[in-house]
């Protein structure tokens, strides 16, 4: 028996005129349109299926025992991964605000600890804005400052360098200026942006 399972839920699939592999990918990609959704990873029988090899496992015909695995995002499960960020970034230029404050008075566990939370909130927001983009007609018109994600990015990433610097070389007064008058004002201005979405 044939088994399908999106975002590791099993999910219970009719075979009508599928002959291949292909035909069920393709039916499925339809069906996620459908719903305002995006396959991202697809796995057969535990093996993932990649650009490049897609046309060879599309071939393949069906067979009873085939596990389809889906991972799938919505535009509603991005909307949300916005909202969330959006209420983490406020929090985190509060906490920027704060980090001279704390590096004079010697709270550097606490300095440290916002600034890699900095960091790993990053990460997430270019991850999200990556699956924000496999929806153009939702998100495309989404911006920072009246900038695309890329170039307020483009921007942001020098200071972020110079901010990276100066903690190497603890140079607590960069590293506060950079954090209060640098970082808090873009985070501030990414969370009013993801706030819009």
Known sequence: ?????INGDEVQVTIEAEKTVGDVLKSFEITCEENQAAVI???VNGVQITA????????????????????VVTKDSIKGAFANLSELFNNLSEKMEQIPVDL??????EASASIKKLADSIDQFCHIA?????FPETFTNTN???KSFGEFFNEFSPILVDFEQALKDNDTVMIGDLAEYEICPRLKSISEALKAV
């Open 1 to 5: 028996m044939m088994k399908f399972y």
């Open 130 to 134: 990556a699956l924000a983009s496999l």
């Open 52 to 71: 490049e090899t897609f046309d060879e496992e599309a071939k393949k015909s069906l067979t009873d025992d085939m596990k389809f695995e889906f991972t």
């Open 104 to 109: 004079q008075s010697g709270k550097n566990t």
């Open 144 to 146: 920072i400052d009246g």
């Open 41 to 43: 990873g697809i796995n």
